[in-house]
């Protein structure tokens, strides 16, 4: 098996950015990944008071009217701290995250963009500090396998994207569902070294086709009716650092 790509998505619900090697460290989050997210109003969330929460407290692609955010790209630069957002490669906002000023207009245009103006679900741009505002609260790093995603194209007639699953990991070359014997088990690439800690369930985020934005395909549903299940992909702990990257071989053991 070997790495296919690589994915960190900067801003939780937002596109990813496409990387070819990436530095792990133990403990810690993929870098960089769902550093920043858009909180509700009143979810007690803040720039300055951040803290993770469950995915009911954030604008992102399993809510309805959300799925806009599937059509804009961050990226942050960490040295100057500058975040760009695009769409369709055209640039849309820009700013500088710790600048105060800068965070009112960001949280405007998200206003703007999504039409929330209820002060209860308002967006408000927030940052993570030393964790990520990923779907559990571990700092994990997902891995999704290119073969079990093929097999449910093929199982219900339609290409299923691999980017509906939003991994940071994916890999080829492997049997299909075959991640799911994993749990508990030692994935090595290069040198680095993680533990799988467990299946990925699927949520209504899948639902959002990554190209057209529209919900077009219950992905969770698919799995249960064709699987008995609705899991895809596996999370991993990192317990030795090293840099992985896309022409890496990958390795399973006890």
């Not at 990226?75 to 906002?93: C, K, N, P, Q, Y």
């Not at 093929?150 to 070359?173: K, M, P, W, Y």
């Amino acid at each position: 098996m070997n790495i296919s790509e690589l994915w960190r998505f900067p801003v939780k619900g937002l596109r990813g950015e496409s990387l070819k090697e990436v530095a792990i460290t133990p403990n810690a989050p993929f870098p960089l990944d769902r550093r920043f997210a858009l909180a509700h109003g009143e979810s007690g969330i803040t720039y300055d008071s951040p803290k993770w929460a469950l995915k009911t407290e954030f604008h992102m692609l399993m809510h309805g009217s959300d799925e806009r955010l599937a059509e804009l790209t961050p990226h942050f630069d960490e040295t100057s701290r500058l975040l760009t957002i695009l769409r369709d490669g055209v640039e849309e906002a820009r700013t500088f995250v710790d600048d105060p000023d800068g965070q009112v207009e960001i949280n405007r245009y998200f206003e703007g963009l999504l039409g929330k103006a209820d002060s209860s679900i308002r967006p408000q741009f927030v940052q993570a500090q030393d964790f990520q505002f990923g779907n559990i609260e571990e700092p994990v790093v997902s891995l999704i396998n290119l073969a079990s995603v093929r097999q449910l194209s093929e199982t219900v007639g339609e290409d299923v994207d691999i980017a509906r699953f939003r991994g940071n990991i994916v890999i080829d070359g492997g049997s299909p569902w075959e991640e799911r014997n994993w749990v508990g088990l030692t994935v090595t690439i290069n040198d680095a070294i993680f533990e799988v800690v467990d299946e990925t369930i699927r949520c209504g985020a899948t639902v959002v086709n990554p190209d057209t934005c529209e919900r077009d395909m219950n992905v969770p549903k698919l799995l249960q009716q064709n699987y008995g299940h609705m899991f895809c992909g596996v999370y991993l702990i990192a317990k030795q650092e090293g840099t992985i990257s896309t022409d890496a071989s990958l390795s399973i053991s006890n």
